[in-house]
């Protein structure tokens, strides 16, 4: 069965930049889609963008484009999100989601990043 | 963007009871509508997808329906396994805007 493992919690300052990680336990990660979902202390879901490992395509949302970045790596079936220059307002719950362009099946257990000086 | 609403935005409900929750786009999405379960502290869980397809190894009392704008949750028969927040999303178009979700709880 597919499993998503997240990269654990993290605590940061504002400015510095992170890197957080989805791993597949499977062996199929290049033929589905990854999509990470942010979710604010006490807010819904907003979803971020996805990327397709197979062959990088990527899409992301307009409210998050140019301020963070998704990539994969299929050869160790992982993928990422990334941020160059925190602020205090990316202080979230992030998730990883692995299905179908249409719909996300199996769900990562969700990175918390804080970001507080 | 393509906006998404909910509605009630939270409910109280018993046991046993037929519960029904309400989405809605605000262009056609088709029948690109999947909805989600999220627990508290817990990570998201595929309902539906494709507005009335059953995610595998979700109870039959969970059901979708609706095409266009209008769509529906419904849970026939809640049990105490179901309190938990609902978010509707649209996958027609990028970004896959998610609705603001709909908490139930006991009354």
């Known amino acids: 069965e597919v499993q998503l493992v997240q990269s654990g919690a993290e605590v940061k300052k504002p400015g510095e930049s992170l890197k957080i990680s989805c791993k597949d336990s499977?062996?199929?990660?290049?033929?589905?889609?990854i999509a990470w979902v942010r979710q604010m202390p006490g807010k819904g879901l907003e979803w971020m963008g996805n990327i397709y490992p197979g062959d990088s395509d990527t899409r992301y949302s307009p409210s998050f484009q140019g301020l963070v970045t998704i990539s994969a790596d299929k050869s160790i079936s992982t993928a990422y999100l990334q941020w160059s220059s925190l602020k205090a307002s990316d202080t979230a719950m992030y998730y990883c989601?692995?299905?179908?362009?249409?719909?996300?099946?199996?769900w990562g257990q969700g990175t918390l990043v804080t970001v507080s000086s | 963007d393509i906006q998404m609403t909910q509605s009630p935005s939270s409910l109280s409900a018993s046991v046993g009871d037929r519960v029904t929750i309400t989405c809605r786009a605000s262009q056609s999405i088709a029948n690109y509508l999947n909805w989600y379960q999220q627990k508290s502290g817990k990570a998201p869980k595929l309902l539906i997808y494709?507005?009335?397809n059953l995610q595998s190894g979700v109870p039959s009392r969970f059901s979708g329906s609706g095409s266009g704008t209008d769509f529906t949750l419904t849970i026939s028969s809640l049990q105490p396994e179901d309190f938990a927040t609902y978010y509707c999303?649209?996958?027609?178009?990028?970004?896959?805007?998610f609705g603001p979700g709909t908490k139930v709880d006991l009354k």
């Open positions: 999303q649209q996958t027609h178009r990028t970004p896959r805007t």
């Open positions: 989601a692995q299905g179908f362009q249409r719909y996300f099946d199996f």
């Open positions: 494709s507005t009335s």
């Open positions: 499977a062996y199929t990660f290049a033929s589905y889609w």
